[in-house]
T-cell receptor
């Protein structure tokens, strides 16, 4: 069975500070991994994805994520957050014809 | 600009009434997902289709929920009869390849059952 754990329910970060969101997955084969962002009242937008190859992937809006097979992790990072990055972030794992999401991490950005 | 279109965006209905939510996937996408989002349960996969055939609907309460794809441009999710616990945001998403493509999400239907 595939599953995703996002250990942090809520993170508050100052504008301009760095951000890291944690994601751990469980999947029996090579995973396909995704990070999505959801702004209030909106659908989910893809930030980045990992299928194979370079374990450090770049996404939109200045985000990047690193796949670490040994740790079953796919953490999302941004060096300097902007107020517009306040949103909910979801990690997802795909495979077996399914896309399974974590519970999400809400990011609050303070001035 | 290709996008997944969901209608209605908001729906308020009385308990016991039938509710139908519609989704138009991105043209050319052959996979359609239905998700339900609540504060308590987060994002739950209800059902998904490939080439209009249901592959898995195990996440869906069978007694009241049904999902269909009458044609490649329309997916429907129906609740009959609706109950207050069905209040949630229902998302449709589509993709072009099952295993390794991202899902493109619609803006959701916010359902309130009173």
């Amino acid at each position: 069975a595939q599953s995703v754990t996002q250990p942090d329910i809520h993170i508050t970060v100052s504008e301009g500070a760095s951000l890291e969101l944690r994601c751990n997955y469980s999947y029996g084969a090579t995973p396909y991994l995704f990070w999505y962002v959801q702004s209030p009242g909106q659908g989910l937008q893809l930030l980045l994805k990992y299928f194979s190859g370079d374990t450090l992937v770049q996404g939109i809006k200045g985000f990047e994520a690193e796949f670490k097979r040994s740790q079953s992790s796919f953490n999302l990072r941004k060096p300097s957050v902007h107020w517009s990055d306040a949103a909910e972030y979801f990690c997802a794992v795909g495979g077996n014809y399914k896309l399974s999401f974590g519970a999400g991490t809400t990011v609050t950005v303070r001035a | 600009d290709a996008r997944v279109t969901q209608t209605p965006r908001h729906k308020v209905t009385e308990m016991g009434q039938e509710v139908t939510m519609r989704c138009q996937p991105i043209l050319g996408h052959n996979t359609v997902f239905w998700y339900r989002q609540t504060m308590m349960q987060g994002l739950e996969l209800l059902a998904y289709f490939r080439n209009r055939a249901p592959l898995d609907d195990s996440g869906m309460p069978k007694d009241r929920f049904s999902a269909e794809m009458p044609d490649a441009t329309l997916a429907t999710l129906k609740i009959q009869p609706s109950e207050p616990r069905d209040s949630a945001v229902y998302f449709c998403a589509s993709g072009s390849r099952l295993q390794n493509t991202e899902a493109f999400f619609g803006q959701g239907t916010r359902l309130t059952v009173v």
